[in-house]
Structures are given as C-alpha cells and as structure tokens.
C-alpha cells in the first residue's frame, strides 16, 4: 500500500521561513513532487526531486531523503500570498501515477 | 511551466444529464493525461489515467460506464460524467504527463460541478 503523511496546518510569520514535511511509505518510488493549491484552484507545480538531496528553485526548496522516506518544502521569506495547501505527491513505479497526501494548509500572518 | 486547459471551468446541470469536460495540454503533446476528483477540504483523488490511442485505466471503485474518458489525441482527453446525480458533484481536475521536465504532470485548472 502507499501512506504519505503531511502534517495539517501550519501557521507562519510573514518574512519568515517554514519547513512542510512529508513522510512516505510506498510500494515503489519514482520521484516526489510538491505542489501548491490555492483554496478553489487547481494545483501548480512547485518543486521535483528523484535524487537524495536539496533542489532550490527561488524563495523554494526542497529536500528528499529516500532511505527515510522524507522529504520537506522550505519557504523562505514567506508572502501573504504564500497561504495555500501544499500538497507532497508521490510517484509509483509504473503507470506515472502519483498519490497525494492530505496536504498541508498554510496561514500567513502579518 | 507547461499549460494544461480546462473547459468549462464551471458547470450547473440537471439530475441525470450528461456532462462532457474537457482537457487540453496547449504548448506540448501529452500521451498520458490523468483526471482527478477534490471534494472540499480533501485531497485529490485519482479516478483513471487517460491514454491515447487506447483504453482508459480506471481506479478501483470508479465505475467506467458513468466517467466515460475518450483520449483521440495527443492533446486533449475528455470526461463525460453520464447520468449525473448530486453525489457527483465535485472539483474534477485534469493533468497532462510532460515529458520533457521528469514527466511532472501539469495540472488544469479545474471544472467544478454542480448537480441539482
């Protein structure tokens, strides 16, 4: 079976920088994805890693351990417009198919 | 990013009539599209993966007669929720495999269903 566990809610300072975790356990990996959700809108691509490490793209990173099942998103000097979902979404072997874990609602405050 | 459309992107209907979706990858050609249901406050669910050129891949519990998916072309994939009923109402949302950044699917954004 597969599980992906993202914690629910988070709540940050605007300015400062958060750090999502998301624990997997899958039957297969081919690669982990992040993408952000603003609440009645589709989900857009954040971040890709298939490789242990960390991949920073702009005020966004993200880390993945595969031998811990673990990854994280940092976002630094967070935005206002930085509260959305972020949703961890795993890739199986076969098929292309990824699952998504529950997200993780992130609140921005002055 | 790639981009990925979706029409309509909001849709009111009958109990019992039909409704066709579509999707659309716009800048690159995608052999492989996904279709997705979010109800609120949840995550996304997979229903079935869309291949061209050939039969759909259903999920389990998603019943392929009512979420008819037709894939004719490298570029567009759509669903037709047959004989609605309010239970079917929903955010559906379709994805298109690029293959040329890791294969991340790309996302449309959304047809949000209402049955009555």
């Known amino acids: 079976g597969q599980n992906i566990d993202q914690p629910t809610e988070m709540t940050a300072t605007e300015g400062a920088i958060v750090q999502i975790n998301c624990t997997y356990q899958t039957s297969g990996f081919n690669g982990l994805f992040w993408y952000q959700q603003h609440a009645g809108e589709a989900p857009t691509f954040l971040s890709y890693n298939v490789l242990d490490g960390l991949e920073e793209k702009g005020r966004f990173s993200s880390f993945l351990s595969r031998s811990k099942g673990y990854s994280y998103l940092l976002l630094k000097e967070l935005q206002m417009k930085d509260s959305a979902s972020y949703l961890c979404a795993v890739r199986g072997l076969y098929g292309n198919k990824l699952v998504f874990g529950a997200g993780t609602i992130l609140r921005v405050k002055s | 990013g790639a981009v990925v459309s979706q029409h309509p992107s909001r849709v009111i209907c009958k109990s019992g009539t039909s409704v066709k979706i579509e999707c659309r990858s716009l800048d690159f050609q995608a052999t492989t599209m996904f279709w997705y249901r979010q109800f609120p406050k949840q995550s996304l669910m997979l229903m079935a993966t869309?291949?061209?050129?050939?039969?759909?891949?259903?999920e389990q519990g998603v019943e392929k007669d009512k979420f008819l998916i037709n894939h004719a072309s490298l570029t567009l994939s759509t669903l037709t929720v047959t004989s609605a009923h309010p239970e079917d109402s929903s955010f559906y949302i379709c994805?298109?495999?690029?293959?040329?950044?890791?294969?991340?699917?790309?996302f449309g954004p959304g047809t949000r269903l209402l049955v009555l």
């Open positions: 994805s298109a495999r690029d293959l040329r950044v890791g294969e991340t699917q790309y």
């Open positions: 869309s291949n061209e050129g050939s039969k759909a891949t259903y």
